[in-house]
């Protein structure tokens, strides 16, 4: 991967301390207790309370489950990159980066012009999220046998189920793009390499010429 995935306890301090600056800076005299940083969400925008709270409670069901690190770290990191993602779609006339969230959101997954997902990271990233997801939304993570009886994701001003579809959608498209960019790759490595050893052949040809004319003036 291009993309070197940001370890998940730190990642994870780092997205805490990130809401914990966005309450601030909505009111500096918020109380903030930080094992329940829920329920001091109530602080900040409409636009950003669900996206916190998906990020706290994605973070209270890693910390529960017993995925390796390194798949902890995958789903996280997809989410915060993601939530980054939907952040930047709003800017459509400014700078994302006018967005104090967004900000900490790229210094938390230490995103820089050498380090960032490509369509192969990505499709990795959000294929283990959306798989995350479901498995918190449906019986066995499958839609067919209906859904779970609790559901954590179950948060005001947001669909679980909508982030399911457009990380289905985005997973698809990527790995389209992946099985594309391998054929066309695999076509022009069966193409011929001729035209190198053409201009080779050619040259030895001038180069015969050039002898025989010599050979026939040394005889006359």
Do not use: C, W
Request: no cysteine; proline share 3%.
């Amino acid at each position: 991967m291009s993309f070197e995935l940001v370890a998940y306890e730190k990642l994870k301090g780092s997205i805490r301390e990130s809401i914990i600056t966005l309450i601030k800076s909505h009111n500096e005299k918020a109380k903030i207790i930080e094992d329940k940083l829920e329920d001091s969400v109530k602080e900040v925008s409409r636009e950003r309370q669900p996206q916190v709270l998906v990020l706290l409670k994605t973070i209270e069901l890693l910390d529960n489950s017993s995925k390796e690190p390194e798949d902890k770290a995958r789903v996280l990191n997809a989410l915060a990159y993601y939530i980054r993602d939907q952040i930047a779609a709003t800017y459509k006339y400014t700078s994302p980066d006018n967005s104090d969230f967004y900000k900490s959101l790229t210094i938390s997954l230490d995103l820089n012009k050498d380090n960032n997902p490509n369509r192969e990271d990505l499709a990795d990233m959000y294929g283990a999220l959306e798989k995350f997801l479901r498995s918190h939304v449906y019986k066995n993570s499958d839609p067919r046998k209906g859904y779970l009886d609790k559901q954590p994701f179950a948060i005001k001003h947001y669909s679980v189920v909508d982030d399911i579809l457009e990380l289905s959608d985005r997973v698809h498209k990527l790995r389209r793009e992946i099985i594309i960019a391998a054929r066309d790759l695999h076509l022009l490595q069966q193409k011929p390499k001729s035209s190198q050893g053409g201009l080779f052949s050619v040259s030895s040809g001038k180069e015969k010429v050039t002898d025989t004319h010599e050979t026939l003036t040394n005889r006359i």
